[in-house]
């Protein structure tokens, strides 16, 4: 092989070095872009979907979170009240944590995972943890039997439905607050705020007496 012959062998054996270089850390990027992509696209994912999935479900109960005025008006409701209390379907956790600031022992049940994690850091931030509870739960799959102050930030839909649960699981001591969208059947004993704002309070013992009387009724 000639000099030149030489030259002109180890240049085309340069470029293909180099080639197959650019090759592998163009393929080394696609590599990492796609990874990115996935990862994100999966975390987006893992993030929307619960908040998502409600509208999903036979009834949709979205994540609306109260009002100042509307968490305002719970805790006025519930002044003469001591004891435990549960907010179901706690969202971020606001009611949660503003009952627990009046010295209740406060539980939240709610689907949202994401929504849950951030109520219990709340909570530990405004220091109300000790007095506070947050459970990743189906309202519609958990018993409400030990609470004696119940708050429900529902949908129309539902609290037909609900009004047989807690009728059934609830001590006659209860009281049970219903946020902007009252109970179908129950009377209740008296009302707060206005507008969406408004609350429903309802006592256990009248409205069991009055699921007793409407089984006798249909039997
Ligand atoms: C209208 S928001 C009320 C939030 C909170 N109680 C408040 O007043 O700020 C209803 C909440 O119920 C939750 N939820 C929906 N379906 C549920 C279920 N089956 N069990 C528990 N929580 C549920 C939603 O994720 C949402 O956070």
């Known amino acids: 092989m000639s000099p030149k012959e ?3 062998d180890s ?3 340069g470029q293909f070095t180099s080639d197959s270089k650019e090759t592998k850390s163009r393929s080394r990027l696609g590599v990492i872009v796609t990874g990115v992509l996935g990862g994100s696209l999966v975390a987006l994912y893992a993030v929307a979907a619960p908040f998502v999935t409600p509208a999903l479900r036979k009834v949709c109960l979205p994540f609306v979170p109260a009002t100042t005025a509307q968490v305002e008006n ?3 409701v519930l002044r003469a009240r001591s004891g435990t209390l549960v907010d179901i379907g706690s969202g971020d956790g606001r009611i ?3 009952a627990a600031k009046r010295g209740f022992q ?3 049940f709610e689907l949202n995972p994401w929504l849950v994690w951030y109520s219990r850091y709340k909570a530990w931030r405004e220091g109300v943890h000790r007095s506070t509870s947050f459970h990743i739960s189906d309202l519609w799959k958990v018993s409400f039997a030990q609470y004696s102050n119940v708050v429900i930030f529902g949908v129309p839909q539902m609290m037909e439905q609900l009004e047989l649960k807690l009728a059934s699981e609830l001590p006659s001591t209860a009281k049970v607050v219903a946020c902007r969208f009252p109970f179908p059947t129950w009377v209740p004993e008296h ?3 206005e ?3 408004t609350v429903w309070v309802y006592d256990a013992k009248t409205f069991k007496s009055h699921q007793i009387h409407r089984h006798k009724c249909e039997h």
Request: hydrophobic fraction near 70%.
């Open 6 to 8: 030489l030259l002109v």
């Open 11 to 13: 240049a085309v054996a």
């Open 74 to 76: 719970v805790i006025t």
């Open 96 to 98: 949660v944590i503003a």
């Open 106 to 108: 406060a539980a939240g």
């Open 191 to 193: 009302t707060a705020g």
């Open 195 to 197: 507008g969406i704002d």
